[in-house]
């Protein structure tokens, strides 16, 4: 069944307990509203047994789809899947890949499909490591640079064509500099690198977009950078984190901060977009 407004009370009791894992799902829920106009307000497919949710099938108005489906039981969202573009699945490994291979859509053309290891914290335990710079607000970093940063992110991390990873990166550096989100660790006039928080609720927060450039890699910035922003939100109230690491070295310099793995986190972005018949 489609959720209402007057599902939300159900939902956000459903979602939250598992909070690090629906971060994005319940990010666009309380940014942009249950099935508002936003590209990436949700609509929600709920399935119940015996009057209570037991899946919930998140997809943004794009269409992205984001599970939470511990039962896996995808003919019961056929309805929520039938003649709608998608452009990618995000969330829990386990159940993105079941998905992707119950709908067939795991045969589809994909720029990115992969699966990263997933990390937790509770900034009780935040280590702050020493090292240059302080951070400060995005704005105030020189903007070409910082597009040109978010520019080679695109690319890099996300396998973003070329042709379009500047306006992308145009795009997400003005709606972060509006929403206060990231910031940028300074040495002086020098930017060393960027991070940020690509969710946020008002106990937990997911970190996103950490970069640095290739010739300042490898002297713990990135490590400092994140630590140093979760430590200014754990001034503000927050009590955990989470994210995902994309290779090796970020995985050490996480766990260097206090973050635990706590399982696998699939991102899969379609060439173009697809459709099912589960």
């Excluded at 992205?64 to 003649?83: E, F, G, I, N, Y």
């Excluded at 939100?233 to 970020?250: D, I, K, M, P, Q």
Aim: aromatic share 8%; with cysteine.
């Amino acid at each position: 069944m489609w959720a209402t407004d007057a599902d939300i009370p159900e939902i956000e009791a459903f979602l939250t307990p598992r909070a690090a894992q629906n971060m994005f799902p319940l990010n666009n829920l309380y940014s942009f509203g249950l099935n508002g106009d936003h590209l990436r307000a949700p609509v929600m497919w709920l399935v119940k047994q015996q009057g209570r949710i037991t899946d919930i099938l998140s997809i943004t108005r794009e269409g992205m789809v984001m599970p939470q489906c511990p039962s896996m039981d995808w003919s019961a969202c056929r309805d929520a899947l039938k003649d709608r573009d998608l452009i990618g699945v995000i969330g829990p490994a386990d159940q993105c890949r079941s998905f992707l291979s119950a709908t067939g859509l795991d045969q589809a053309e994909t720029t990115l499909n992969h699966d990263e290891p997933q990390y937790e914290l509770d900034l009780s335990d935040l280590i702050i490591p020493g090292g240059v710079g302080d951070i400060v607000p995005l704005a105030e970093a020189s903007r070409a640079e910082m597009i040109q940063w978010r520019h080679d992110y695109e690319i890099e991390a996300l396998n973003t064509p070329a042709e379009d990873a500047l306006h992308v990166a145009e795009t997400d550096y003005a709606s972060y500099v509006v929403n206060k989100s990231h910031v940028v660790l300074m040495d002086g006039d020098t930017a060393l690198c960027t991070t940020g928080f690509n969710a946020r609720l008002p106990d937990i927060v997911q970190i996103g977009g950490v970069f640095t450039p290739p010739e300042l890699r490898g002297k713990g910035h990135a490590r400092r950078a994140v630590a140093l922003h979760l430590a200014q939100a754990r001034a503000e109230g927050v009590a955990r984190a989470t994210l995902f690491s994309a290779n090796e070295n970020a995985s050490r310099a996480y766990q260097a901060i206090g973050f635990a793995y706590v399982g696998q986190w699939t991102l899969c972005l379609f060439k173009e977009p697809q459709r099912t018949h589960v």
